[in-house]
């Protein structure tokens, strides 16, 4: 019993997620990521192949043609090297810049809105001899199930993605061939053709193997944020209440209700009875309803408790079991009564008011 209560056997709970998603444990698939990341890499190049290959052809251009070494002073070699700092600000920043944005972009999508600030937090006890310790054996473990099953997927990675890179190449070995003997700039463009198919099946397989480990990742998260029964229970405590507290406040709700109700007794027109087992309480105010209302109401011992406060102040108590069980039934408590009773109470009203002045 002690075992299958320990058990993590249930789906994590909206609240667990939400917990998890603040601490920074999200599902990631870096292989996912590097994919796309890799892709936009490469789709970048293609955008600004060009404009680098331009930007090179006048950095060589402006050395060469500027190539003195007598004038070159050891005193001033930031000066020197200034142009090239200046060409290679052109040609690689707007490339870096708009990767980082991209890569920002991709792992967002992967693993939502985090801001996870416990990550953030520097520990001195990942520092400790012991935890280094730990997490050197746990790395370098090969019996570790979880090092075994990422060592398996990198081999696996690597036997795939090399495996598309030569098929694209081998598929095209006719015209590597071909190349002896042909002019620069044609070899050049074949060259480039193959080197293009090669990197698309490539990206094509990592992209694939992203997919594959997103969805291992997903399992594997969702495994690990389980909950036993009890973690369940404990949380739906945390969350609606202990039910014994809860039971307990509802019954001085209860209490306090009644007590209400009881107080509104000596201000009534009438008591109906049933002659026991029901009481209902009737007033009847025109400032305050177009009708009369139902102030109270009870069964058993409090239609006892009923017809004691209204004997005690000398309100009118009167027999009549279907019009009792009826506006017991149909009328909550500072109800007013439906029209389907409407002459039955009125009776009943017309009767006490006549008692009470023929008592006079």
């Not at 992967?110 to 520097?122: C, Q, R, T």
């Not at 029901?278 to 408790?305: E, R, S, W």
Request: contains cysteine.
């Amino acid at each position: 019993m002690g075992n299958e209560a320990a058990e993590k056997t249930e789906e994590a709970t909206s609240r667990r997620r939400t917990k998890e998603r603040e601490r920074g444990n999200v599902s990631k698939s870096r292989d996912m990521d590097s994919a796309l990341v890799m892709i936009a890499g490469i789709a970048l190049l293609g955008v600004f192949a060009k404009n680098m290959g331009q930007n090179i052809m006048n950095m060589m251009r402006e050395t060469f043609s500027h190539l003195n070494p007598a004038g070159f002073e050891v005193d001033n070699v930031l000066g020197f090297l200034l142009p090239y700092f200046y060409y290679l600000g052109i040609i690689v920043l707007p490339f870096m810049v708009l990767l980082v944005i991209a890569a920002i972009f991709i792992i967002r999508f992967d693993v939502g809105h985090v801001f996870a600030l416990e990550k953030a937090k520097f520990n001195l006890e990942n520092l400790s001899p012991r935890k280094m310790l730990q997490n050197a054996k746990r790395m370098f473990n090969p019996f570790e199930p979880r090092s075994m099953v990422e060592f398996a997927k990198s081999i696996l990675k690597i036997v795939v993605v090399a495996a598309c890179g030569f098929s694209a190449i081998n598929s095209r070995k006719g015209d590597l061939i071909g190349l002896v003997g042909l002019e620069i700039p044609i070899a050049l463009n074949i060259i480039v053709s193959i080197l293009i198919n090669m990197v698309i099946n490539m990206c094509l397989a990592m992209l694939v193997l992203g997919y594959l480990d997103k969805k291992y990742q997903n399992y594997e998260y969702e495994k690990s944020i389980k909950m036993t029964k009890q973690e369940v229970k404990d949380e739906h405590k945390d969350t609606e209440g202990d039910p014994k507290i809860k039971a307990k406040i509802k019954s001085i709700q209860m209490q306090m209700a009644r007590q209400r109700m009881m107080s509104s007794v000596p201000s009534a027109d009438v008591v109906v009875t049933n002659p026991t087992h029901y009481a209902v309480a009737i007033k009847y105010d025109k400032t305050k309803a177009p009708a009369p209302m139902v102030v109270a109401k009870g069964v058993d011992y409090l239609a006892f408790q009923i017809r004691e406060i209204a004997k005690e102040n000398n309100v009118p108590i009167v027999e009549n079991r279907p019009v009792a069980r009826a506006l017991y039934n149909t009328v909550p408590v500072d109800g007013i009564i439906p029209s389907d009773l409407y002459v039955a109470v009125a009776e009943i009203l017309a009767y006490v008011y006549r008692t009470k002045n023929e008592g006079k």
